[in-house]
């Protein structure tokens, strides 16, 4: 009996522990992408959520969708029904070489047009949309982002960043989706 107590204690703990773990995970600024599993010959969605604490004018994430295994084509992003539908300023490119696909926000660019910024929250802010063709591999791809990425080009700096409406450059962490292709 005493061991069953024990071993109940022991479980009890550890899931308190993992609980603990899981909320200090999502403190601050965090951008993420959600795993989805598709089949051969179709479209479809893949959400980008951003949980903001700090209140964010704008933002420009390029995510890699790169697998040497799985040829996925990336078709357009979306902003419709998204926290940053209504932004003045949204922008997105796809580089289908690189595999690598880009949007952009700024909440304030027309002084005539009234925009809110992204007050602290955590919800949709893009769909990307892909197509994982009939003759595909099946595998698994990571969709990778962050401090280190960035949108090529030889003039313009697309990187990975996000700012407050005081132009104040904001930490933001991001944890990576996958999609896996049966």
């Not at 209140?55 to 029904?81: F, H, K, N, W």
């Not at 809110?116 to 929250?121: E, F, N």
Request: proline fraction near 5%.
């Amino acid at each position: 009996m005493k061991r069953i107590i024990a071993f109940g204690m022991i479980l009890a703990l550890t899931v308190i522990v993992s609980a603990e773990d899981k909320k200090e995970e999502y403190k601050g600024n965090v951008c993420y992408t959600e795993s989805v599993e598709v089949s051969k010959g179709t479209s479809f969605p893949v959400r980008v959520f951003v949980n903001n604490t700090d209140t964010l004018a704008g933002m420009q994430v390029p995510i890699y969708y790169r697998s040497e295994d799985v040829d996925l084509v990336c078709d357009s992003v979306s902003y419709v029904g998204s926290r940053c539908e209504a932004f003045s300023l949204s922008h997105s490119m796809i580089e289908p070489v690189g595999k690598v696909v880009f949007f952009a926000f700024i909440s304030m660019t027309d002084p005539a047009r009234e925009v809110a910024p992204l007050y602290p929250a955590d919800g949709l802010v893009a769909t990307l949309w892909f197509t994982a063709g009939k003759d595909i591999k099946s595998g698994k791809v990571e969709l990778y982002s962050g401090p280190n990425a960035i949108y090529p080009h030889d003039k313009i700096d697309y990187s990975y960043l996000f700012w407050t409406p005081g132009a104040e450059q904001k930490d933001c962490l991001y944890r990576p989706g996958y999609i896996t292709i049966k």
